[in-house]
């Protein structure tokens, strides 16, 4: 089964609105979590990411909660842009033999109206 | 420079033949890997290299296998290609767990394979 998932397939959001991406996950193991932004035809870059001893970390105009009783982490985007504009992928994972093994969502597809 | 390249961009393969993907990095880091994207499935990963010589399969390894003989250079090699192994193919690396920037996957452009 999917162990991290993004239920939300698309979001559209008028700018200067917040964006809120959310994403599950089923393995109480997890103790990274991190979301992606893919541009089409691009390749995925880390936009923020947190370890399961802090619940919200900030960076500018993106805030992540993380809920780890209810194994749900966000992604909020305030101010939002049309250049924000692209595919959201969250991923959680954890240490494996000394490396990063990260499960990656399905995908959230983030339209700014203009 | 801090890149990951990966060979070639763009593949078409009949089924039944042999593909290799290639990828490098100039990062020096210790793990790479191998992940696959098809719409509605997000990225799953198919094998993660600790290092030279020590592979591990990720979610989804059948119908694949890798190489990894220089810490710099690690490849997917599909033996007999089936056409739903047709999909765009990333490989990423990242440092070691514990160190700086933990967790950060570094991710190349990305191969389209065709398999007809």
């Known amino acids: 089964g999917q162990q991290v998932k993004q239920s939300s397939p698309s979001l559209t959001v008028q700018e200067g609105g917040i964006s809120i991406l959310n994403c599950d996950y089923e393995?109480?193991?997890?103790?990274?979590f991190a979301w992606y932004k893919k541009y089409p035809d691009n390749s995925p870059t880390l936009l923020i990411s947190v370890r399961s001893n802090v619940d919200k970390r900030e960076d500018g105009r993106l805030t992540v909660f993380l809920n780890k009783s209810g194994k749900h982490f966000s992604l909020h985007i305030t101010a939002s842009q049309p250049e924000d504009t692209a595919v959201y992928l969250c991923a959680a994972g954890a240490n494996q033999g000394g490396s990063a093994k990260l499960i990656f969502g399905e995908g959230t597809k983030l339209t700014v109206s203009s | 420079d801090m890149k990951v390249t990966q060979m070639p961009r763009y593949l078409i393969k009949r089924m039944g033949e042999n593909v290799l993907l290639e990828c490098g990095q100039d990062m020096s880091h210790e793990t790479m890997y191998w992940y696959r994207q098809d719409p509605g499935l997000g990225l799953q990963l198919i094998y993660i290299?600790?290092?030279?010589?020590?592979?591990s399969e990720g979610d989804i390894p059948k119908g694949y296998r890798v190489s990894r003989k220089k810490r710099e250079h690690f490849s997917l090699i599909l033996d007999s290609a089936k056409t739903n192994q047709t999909s765009v193919y990333f490989c990423?690396?990242?440092?070691?767990?514990?160190?700086?920037?933990?967790?950060?996957?570094?991710f190349g452009e990305g191969s389209k394979l065709t398999v007809l």
């Open positions: 290299s600790y290092d030279v010589d020590s592979n």
């Open positions: 990423a690396s990242s440092l070691s767990w514990g160190g700086p920037n933990t967790g950060q996957l570094y």
């Open positions: 393995n109480d193991m997890f103790d990274y």
